[in-house]
């Protein structure tokens, strides 16, 4: 068990902990008043304000809190959550799961749900610093096995940081057999196009004592793909890169990553995937290894774990659609109905209505979101293929 107090500022809470935290959320008034807003009922309040006076670790709140929750979400807001690809794990191993990220809490919650359900243990999850914008939130995040990415540091303080992230990652994974949750890149895709990003892989290999091959072994990574039929928050996306394109140096706020947030476990996500690949193993990595400088062989691991994701992305009708439209062409017909293409459609035009900005550009931006995994997926096979 990993017990240094040399990650104390971004570990994830231990048991012993969590009666202090309960405490710590229970004296909050800002978190008060997120009760009364989620909970009217004040016998209900009550209820909850009880039983968080009564759990003493991190297994009890996120049985007794979370899995109800999320539950509750998947209820009102989708039409079902399946998962594939478990039989690639097994449940004495611990893993690194890099993953396309869509959804700021739901990505990696309803993750954990589905491991909760199958009997494996629940995975530590990355979370940026710039969405703890307030004490409760960071509380809830690291009791629920959250551990900390520093955001918007100064540049002199980036090295350290990202060393210390990589160390934690290392042992977290081989010493603690503990798995971790972590996204391909910062940020969410909000144009569709899943990217892993090189320095990703670049802070993973800071910590690795061994050669190329044996480093990132150790490290047992999987790559995941969630698919979601309807894009969560995908009005607040287009109206962001709308923003990004008349203004170059528009900077989101903490209210709207916490807007964000909310939309996303409030709105409809239609059926949701998660798909796990393979592991990757020795001769993957022996492949991606063979030539040139660290830069290109990372670049060449972020694309492997790339194609990874995009051949276990979850394609519904409305990505066919949605690239039959945007390219103006008939090309996957085939692949939905006539019914789905209007339901699309009026999906469309209902969200856009919240989209204050040009309907034109909006209509491309959208379309572009649900068309890309096709357009992904397409050049993904390929380049297999060659």
């Given at each position: 068990m990993?017990?240094?107090?040399?990650?104390?500022?971004?570990?994830?809470y231990r048991d012993e902990e969590v009666p202090e935290v309960m405490a710590r959320l229970l004296a909050d008034p800002v978190f008060e008043r997120v009760l009364n807003n989620l909970f009217v009922n004040e016998a209900k309040i009550h209820e909850i304000r009880e039983a968080m006076?009564?759990?003493?670790?991190?297994?009890?709140?996120?049985?007794?809190?979370?899995?109800?929750?999320?539950?509750?979400?998947?209820?009102?807001?989708?039409?079902?959550?399946?998962?594939?690809?478990?039989?690639?794990?097994?449940?004495d191993q611990s893993y690194l799961?890099?993953?396309?990220?869509?959804?700021?809490?739901?990505?990696?919650?309803?993750?954990?749900?589905?491991?909760?359900?199958?009997?494996?243990?629940?995975?530590?999850?990355?979370?940026?610093?710039?969405?703890?914008v307030y004490q409760w939130i960071e509380d809830l995040s690291r009791i629920n096995r959250s551990f900390i990415v520093k955001r918007n540091i100064p540049v002199r303080q980036m090295l350290g940081a990202s060393k210390l992230l990589s160390s934690y990652i290392r042992q977290t994974i081989i010493n603690n057999g503990n798995s971790i949750w972590i996204a391909q890149?910062?940020?969410?895709?909000?144009?569709?196009?899943?990217?892993?990003?090189?320095?990703?892989?670049?802070?993973?290999?800071?910590?690795?004592?061994?050669?190329?091959?044996?480093?990132?072994?150790?490290?047992?990574i999987v790559p995941m793909a969630i698919s979601y039929e309807i894009e969560p928050c995908g009005n607040e996306k287009v109206a962001e890169l709308l923003k990004r394109q008349a203004d170059p140096c528009f900077q989101k706020t903490e209210k709207d990553d916490l807007l964000s947030m909310v939309s996303g476990l409030k709105n409809q996500k239609g059926r949701i995937q998660i798909q796990f690949g393979k592991p990757i193993g020795r001769s993957a990595l022996k492949g991606l290894s063979k030539e040139g400088t660290i830069?290109?062989?990372?670049?060449?691991?972020?694309?492997?774990?790339?194609?990874?994701?995009y051949k276990n992305y979850q394609l519904y009708p409305n990505n066919y659609i949605a690239y039959d439209l945007y390219y103006?062409?008939?090309?996957?017909?085939?692949?939905?109905?006539?019914?789905?293409?209007?339901?699309?459609?009026?999906?469309?035009?209902q969200r856009l209505k919240l989209v204050n900005e040009d309907r034109e550009e909006a209509m491309e931006l959208w379309l572009k979101m649900y068309s890309t995994p096709v357009f992904s997926f397409e050049n993904c096979c390929q380049e297999s293929q060659k």
């Open positions: 990993l017990v240094s107090n040399e990650y104390d500022e971004i570990r994830p006076l009564q759990t003493r670790d991190v297994e009890a709140f996120q049985r007794r809190f979370m899995v109800p929750f999320l539950e509750n979400i998947l209820k009102s807001s989708t039409q079902g959550l399946t998962i594939g690809g478990l039989e690639h794990l097994e449940k799961f890099i993953s396309n990220h869509r959804d700021i809490v739901l990505d990696s919650a309803l993750l954990n749900v589905e491991m909760y359900k199958f009997g494996y243990t629940t995975t530590e999850i990355a979370i940026g610093s710039n969405l703890l890149r910062e940020g969410r895709s909000k144009d569709g196009f899943d990217q892993t990003s090189p320095a990703l892989l670049k802070m993973l290999n800071m910590s690795n004592k061994q050669k190329f091959v044996r480093g990132f072994q150790e490290l047992r830069n290109d062989r990372l670049k060449r691991f972020a694309e492997y774990i790339d194609n990874q994701i103006n062409c008939n090309k996957y017909v085939d692949q939905y109905t006539t019914e789905e293409q209007r339901l699309f459609i009026e999906l469309t035009h």
